[in-house]
């Protein structure tokens, strides 16, 4: 198996997916807390609940079509978990990190893992539109 088939443009879409909603729970919750609707003493679980669905929502989207599940999934945890890492550190807020960091560790890679366990779905089935007007005219006549 090659790296291109790893890492392509739909895992990269799924880690820039999973920041996205991340970004947008953290605003939440600090919207929600400016509001006294959430106290401080749940920030940590509402950032791990954030991270999860942020997980999950981003290897479901990269698994889309993909030959490789455990491939993806591994990639994009690691990712996903490198893209944590550095954001904490980079915003000098890796004391708060430690103290939620097995938390956070623990949702971003259940949140790959269930993304992988559950099925797809089943795929819609098309009818064309050249078949329901044969079938028409057949009732016609």
């Not at 978990?81 to 560790?105: H, K």
């Amino acid at each position: 198996m090659r790296i291109g088939t790893w890492i392509n443009k739909r895992v990269g879409l799924g880690l820039l997916l999973s920041v996205l909603l991340c970004v947008a729970g953290a605003a939440l919750g600090a919207l929600l807390e400016s509001k006294e609707l959430l106290q401080e003493s749940q920030e940590g679980v509402w950032m791990c609940v954030t991270w999860a669905v942020a997980a999950f929502a981003g290897c479901r989207f990269s698994l889309q079509n993909a030959e490789g599940r455990l491939a993806h999934i591994a990639v994009q945890g690691a990712l996903l978990y490198l893209a944590v890492w550095c954001g904490a550190l980079a915003a000098g807020t890796d004391m708060q990190f430690r103290t939620n960091g097995w938390y956070i560790t623990a949702c971003i890679w259940g949140g790959a893992v269930v993304s992988a366990i559950l099925p797809e779905g089943k795929k819609k089935k098309r009818r064309s539109r050249a078949a329901g007007k044969h079938r028409s005219r057949k009732g016609r006549q």
